[in-house]
């Protein structure tokens, strides 16, 4: 069964840093793309980040410069550092596969983990 634990998420200053960790289990790690998505309340949830599988990476223009996706394939982790965070960047922050389904990413799993809340603020 694909099993998928978010974690690192937490309350931040404007300006302020964290990194997440994403720890896949149930899936070929090394052999999927692997995306980060975000939800904030009330809104659709977006991709923001991708890593493929040979490490080729594409970031939402509103990261970019800001986040960066990385993975660990001897520990099945995917990672998103993201730096100069904003209030803007407040969501819960998902992580999934992805493929290529007519020249765009879509996630490959329906099933999702229960995400790390990143709130940015005061």
């Known amino acids: 069964q694909v099993q998928l634990v978010e974690s690192g998420g937490g309350l931040v200053q404007p300006g302020g840093s964290l990194r997440l960790s994403c720890a896949a289990s149930?899936?070929?790690?090394?052999?999927?793309?692997m995306g980060w998505y975000r939800q904030a309340p009330g809104k659709q949830r977006e991709l923001i980040a991708v890593i493929t599988n040979s490490d080729h990476t594409n970031y939402l223009d509103s990261v970019k410069g800001r986040f960066t996706i990385s993975r660990d394939n001897a520990k099945n982790t995917l990672y998103l550092q993201m730096n100069s965070l904003e209030s803007e960047d407040t969501a819960v922050y998902y992580c999934?596969?992805?493929?290529?389904?007519?020249?765009?990413?879509?996630?490959?799993?329906?099933?999702w983990g229960q995400g790390t809340q990143v709130t940015v603020g005061l």
């Open positions: 149930g899936i070929i790690f090394n052999m999927n793309h």
């Open positions: 999934n596969a992805a493929e290529v389904l007519r020249q765009l990413y879509v996630k490959r799993f329906d099933t």
